[in-house]
């Protein structure tokens, strides 16, 4: 016999259910292009990113990195950049999440 704990629920977070991630994400890639490479990305752009994993945010701006960089020098960069940049989940929960839990 184990002592495991019965889950009484599991949540899958689709984006927009608990919080609206995209808009943070979309806004933390157009820092760290901008900070990290002095450059700006027009929103159209960064649009192209809404959805995807970190390969579509490479992708989405690639022609703005410099040309000797792949996915991993990208990632690499963009991980580094987001460490003193926290996300505040908690800030960005939608109001109405915890009591509809």
């Given amino acids: 016999m ?5 889950v009484e629920a599991v949540i ?19 820092w760290f292009v901008r900070d990290f490479l002095g450059k700006q990305v027009p ?16 992708e ?9 960089w792949d996915i991993e020098v990208f990632r690499s960069h963009y991980r580094e950049f987001g460490k003193d940049k926290p996300i505040d989940y908690p800030g960005i929960l939608f109001p109405d999440a915890l009591p509809a839990l």
């Fill in 2 to 6: 184990t002592n495991a704990t019965a």
């Fill in 12 to 30: 899958f977070d689709m984006d927009g259910v608990l919080i609206d991630s995209e808009v943070v994400y979309m806004n933390r890639l157009r």
């Fill in 43 to 58: 929103e159209e752009r960064l649009l192209t990113m809404v959805g995807a994993t970190g390969n579509g945010h490479f």
């Fill in 60 to 68: 989405a701006v690639r022609e703005y990195c410099p040309p000797d």
